[in-house]
């Protein structure tokens, strides 16, 4: 088990960017599958963005593909997310989730498949 506090939301305008953090504690974290995950007022929690171990095998959502990018690095034991051109749509609660993985390509995609979750941040794009 890892414990994950997530940084760096916020308001931003239409059309800006914010970077998203995420650092664990608690155990190796290059062993751990890593996902992006948001949840809007009424709506389901929904993945967003996801990759393996080593952060080399990323999965984006087609909402964001080409617009935000994850990222992990191991020896900070910190995951990002770089979200750029950002639309009213993208206003949620993102939340970073964790799973030990004893394969190094797994990526996880499904809320359900994660055992550890910060505690989320907020993002809200509005003019």
């Known amino acids: 088990q890892v414990q994950l506090v997530e940084s760096g939301g916020g308001l931003v305008q239409p059309g800006g960017s914010l970077r998203l953090s995420c650092t664990a504690s608690?155990?190796?974290?290059?062993?751990?599958?890593v996902g992006w995950f948001r949840q809007a007022p009424g709506k389901e929690r929904e993945i967003v963005a996801a990759?393996?171990?080593?952060?080399?095998?990323?999965y984006y959502a087609d909402s964001v593909k080409g617009r935000f990018t994850i990222s992990k690095d191991n020896a900070k034991n910190t995951v990002y997310l770089q979200m750029n051109s950002l639309e009213p749509e993208d206003t949620a609660v993102y939340y970073c989730?964790?799973?030990?993985?004893?394969?190094?390509?797994?990526?996880?995609?499904?809320?359900?498949?994660?055992?550890?979750w910060g505690q989320g941040t907020q993002v809200t794009v509005s003019s």
């Open positions: 608690g155990r190796t974290f290059s062993r751990y599958a």
């Open positions: 989730a964790a799973r030990g993985s004893a394969i190094l390509s797994t990526v996880l995609v499904r809320a359900s498949e994660y055992n550890d």
């Open positions: 990759a393996n171990r080593n952060g080399n095998m990323p």
